[in-house]
Structures are given as C-alpha cells and as structure tokens.
C-alpha cells in the first residue's frame, strides 16, 4: 500500500496529529535520519543519480570559483583562510577549488582549512573518496539544532545548491486571504488540506517584502533559508558569503508567471510536481527568493556585494579564456559551455554574494560585462 516505510511513518504521523506543515512533511521526506532522501544511499547526482550540479559538469566551475576565492584572501590580507561548503554533494567541488589553488595559488593553498558541512552520512563517505590525497585540508563539521559545530571563521561560506532543498512552507490565497496548505490523509492515503497559517511569521514574509498574492496563487516560503543566513552570519568573523542556486528576485519568484509556485521533484533525471509520490526516494526542491537572503543578511550583518547570473559571474572570471585553450576538443568545449549558455544553466543559476567587516570590496566575479577589458574579452571569443 505504501511506497516506502518513510510513507508508513509519515501517514501514521498524520493519523495522530491530524495534519502537519508542508515543511515539516518536506523535511521528513528529505532529511529522516534513516529513510529520508539525503539520508539514503541512493545515487543522486550525476548520470546515474537524480540530477546534476555545476560542479558535476566540468571541474572549470570549481576552478573559476577558486580565484574568486584567491582575490577574497587578498582582500583579506592574505592570512589564514577558512571556506566552509554547505552541502558538498560527492565533493567535486571541494577537489576542484583545492586541486586548482594546489597548482595556481601555492600560498594561499599554504594558508587554506576547507570544512563541509554535511548531514550525509553516505555523502560524507563519498566525499572522503574523492578528497583523497586532501586529508590535511579538509575536515567535515556537524550542524545540530540550528547550530554550527565550530567557531566564527575568517574566510567565506560557500553553497551550490543547497538552498533549494530548505523544507518550505507552501501556501495559497482564497477569498483574499492567506491560508497555509498542509500534508493529511484520505482513506490512508497522502493528500493535502488547506487550514489557517501555522506561524504569523509566514503572513509578514510578505509584508516584508512588498508582495501581494493573488487570488488563487500558490507560493513556497523558505523559513529556514533566514535561519540559515542568520546562522552563517554568526559564524562569520569577517569575510564572505557565496550562495549559487536557481532563483530569483521577490517580484520575479511571486509573479504571475509562477501563479503555481515553483516546487518541484527529481528523479531519474524526470521531474515532477507530485511531492508524495516516491516519497524518500526523489528530491524535492522549490526555487530560492534571493531578496529575502538579502534582505535577512542585512539584518544580521550581512552587506549585499552583488547578485549576478552564473552565466556573468563565469564570464567574468575567465571561462572564455579557458575555453580558448581546449578549442580544439568540441566534446570538453559543448561540456563547459552548458555551465553559462542563455536559456540553461547559465540563466537559471544566479549567484549573491555577501561580505562581512571588509568596506565595499570589488570582486573579479561581479564585474560589470561593459567593462573596457572584459567587453574585449567577450567580443574577441
């Protein structure tokens, strides 16, 4: 009857409680110790997973985002330097940043610590096979309670799809009024049921950002996305924020053209708007609202740098150049340049980037594409 044992748990959850959040649905369905998604051992990126990330298409990503990170040390002045990766998948990204620093930047490699954060313990396994021969860089840290294991860094944090897999809160207008939908069953079966707001601070998610829904529409509302900035700023003594996701700006996220909300599931490289099926068993993501990160940074310390397409912030960091030096391979040329191409990844991923206890730093990612050399660069490929 059920698809999984997670399903049997859940179902018989909601028989004693009658009803729970869509986030707190989404959070068993992904993050259950023992059966939820990110728990499992399942493949879940790459050719044989569920879906692919940047880092996953070409180690030039890894490499570009490597000498933002050098320049962000300079700016520093050039001492120890702590990165802390939120979620690092398999750990490609982690290799190709420590690998390109390793052969570029032999300094500042002297003066790095990587820590990834990660709840996995089967990704976990899996990055410590890829950072083989990185032992003495990388430790792995917990994060329990809403709380980070270790203390404030000067550094950055950086995160590349994570975001997107915060549990939301979905919710709907009727009648002009803001209504919450939330996970019930019918004759034992997941469905969903509209109630009032479980949280006051779902109706001044809104009011903070200027957006009126209309009748009928359905939006997602990430929670945990402003506890996890508030979380980052705390930990930050001085330094960066680097957060890379598909999304966008409030009045883009809550327009009329996503009347539907934007949540989705993975699997097997299908997507699908049906949450409970396969439940444990396919990811579930909703698009991120950069300006509530934003707006939740500045609040707790956090200055805005700059929020650009992955498309612009690879340009600017040299990805023309690097595909000049391997023109005469078509296969690894087509590869790098689904990572920045209009209409793909390129477009859909968009990267903001914070800063903390520095004045007005300008960074080689955030450059403007009119800018006299780059602009060269550009017409010259």
């Not at 880092?55 to 320049?71: K, Y």
């Not at 950055?156 to 939908?181: R, T």
């Amino acid at each position: 009857m059920y698809s999984s044992d997670l399903e049997k748990e859940i179902v018989d959850l909601i028989n004693v409680k009658g009803k729970i959040t869509f986030a707190d649905f989404m959070e068993l369905a992904l993050y259950h110790p023992e059966h939820g998604y990110y728990a499992s051992g399942k493949e879940k990126i790459g050719k044989r997973g569920d879906y692919y990330t940047s880092s996953d298409v070409h180690s030039v990503f890894g490499e570009l985002v490597a000498r933002q990170l050098e320049q962000m040390w300079r700016l520093l002045g050039s001492g120890r330097f702590s990165v802390v990766e939120i979620g690092a998948g398999k750990g490609w990204l982690c290799h190709d940043i420590l690998n390109y620093i390793k052969n570029e930047y032999q300094e500042f490699y002297e003066k790095i610590e990587y820590k990834i954060v990660e709840i996995s313990r089967d990704l976990i396994k899996r990055q410590s096979d890829t950072l083989k021969g990185f032992e003495e860089k990388v430790s792995w840290e917990s994060f329990s309670e809403g709380k980070l294991s270790f203390n404030p860094i000067e550094g950055c944090f950086l995160s590349n799809e994570f975001v997107d897999s915060l549990p939301v809160h979905q919710v709907i207008v009727e009648d002009n009024c803001l209504k919450e939908i939330y996970v019930a069953t019918t004759d034992g079966v997941l469905s969903e049921k509209i109630d009032g707001l479980s949280n006051p601070e779902l109706e001044n998610y809104f009011k903070e950002l200027n957006i009126n829904l209309r009748d009928g529409q359905r939006a997602e509302i990430n929670l945990k996305a402003l506890d996890w900035v508030k979380n980052i700023s705390l930990c930050l003594n001085r330094g960066f924020v680097i957060t890379i996701d598909y999304g966008h700006l409030a009045e883009d996220l809550y327009s009329e053209e996503r009347h539907r909300g934007t949540l989705i599931c993975y699997y097997e490289h299908t997507t699908s708007e049906n949450p409970y099926g396969r439940v444990g068993n396919q990811d579930i993501t909703s698009h991120v609202n950069f300006s509530s990160i934003m707006e939740e940074g500045i609040r707790s310390g956090l200055s805005t740098t700059g929020f650009v397409r992955q498309s612009t912030f690879l340009i600017a960091l040299g990805i023309l150049n690097k595909m000049n030096d391997v023109k005469g391979d078509i296969s690894k040329l087509l590869t790098m340049k689904n990572l920045f191409l209009p209409g793909g990844m390129g477009d859909m991923f968009k990267v903001l980037i914070q800063h903390k206890g520095i004045d007005n730093p300008e960074l080689i990612g955030l450059r403007s594409m009119s800018e006299p050399g780059l602009a060269k660069e550009i017409e010259g490929y």
